[in-house]
């Protein structure tokens, strides 16, 4: 064995020792990451796919039926004319809505002008609604566009508006259970509906 080989041959050694004493990365907790987050366990049936679209066709779409039922059969709080507004069956927090437009299109380039003014416009409207009704803290306002960016029903568009309180984290544990319940969800479409009605006006909702 020349020098070289032999140097080499205890690099490896050394190397193999050290490796010996690293410890797997899955033994550690997971890093402090500063996000806070949502705790919703009441999404993981949606999640585990049941009532989840199979494909983006109309004929399986929740929001396209839920349009031909009265608003309080289909949880609609608010109807205007390009776009309504309606309640999520699985809400990430309490009064969680989102703005729909009634054509059956999955991307905002889908979106006609008429179409994109309504749905932005209702989507403001629907944060007034909320701070008359329920005096939420902030907002979490976005839409996930295709399903692998994470919409739910991929076929059609929706914009979620998600009230947020002051250390409304902590506590959705406790209360996250009861969320769904039809009671709840009626009581608060009730009560956004009224609020639509009081400040579309000032909006000036619904186009046309
Ligand atoms: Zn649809």
């Known amino acids: 064995m020349n020098e070289e080989m032999k140097s080499l041959s205890e690099n490896d050694k050394a190397f193999a020792a050290s490796a010996d004493s690293v410890e797997a990365s899955s033994d550690f907790p997971p890093a402090e990451d500063g996000y806070q987050r949502l705790w919703t366990p009441q999404r993981m049936v949606y999640v585990q796919g049941q009532d989840k679209p199979k494909t ?12 031909e039922k009265s608003d309080e059969e289909g949880l609609i709080a608010w109807r205007g004319t390009y776009v309504f507004a309606i309640m999520n069956l699985y809400p990430y927090n309490v009064g969680h809505l989102m703005i729909c437009p009634y054509r059956h299109v ?10 994109l003014q309504e749905f932005e416009k209702a ?5 007034a609604v909320m701070k008359e009704v329920s005096h939420p803290d902030g907002w979490n306002v976005g839409v996930n566009q295709g399903e692998v960016a994470g919409a739910g029903v991929a076929g059609h568009l929706h914009q979620h508006v998600v009230p947020r309180w ?9 209360t996250a259970g009861t969320r769904t319940m039809p009671i709840l969800l009626s009581s608060q479409r009730d009560a956004y509906a009224e609020g639509f009605t009081k400040l579309q006006g000032d909006f000036g909702l619904p186009l046309k």
């Open 106 to 115: 999955g991307m905002l380039l889908d979106l006609n002008d008429e179409e």
């Open 123 to 127: 989507t403001v409207l629907s944060i």
């Open 56 to 67: 983006t066709d109309k004929k399986e779409c929740p929001f396209c039926a839920a349009q």
């Open 166 to 174: 002051e250390g409304d984290s902590n506590f959705m544990p406790i």
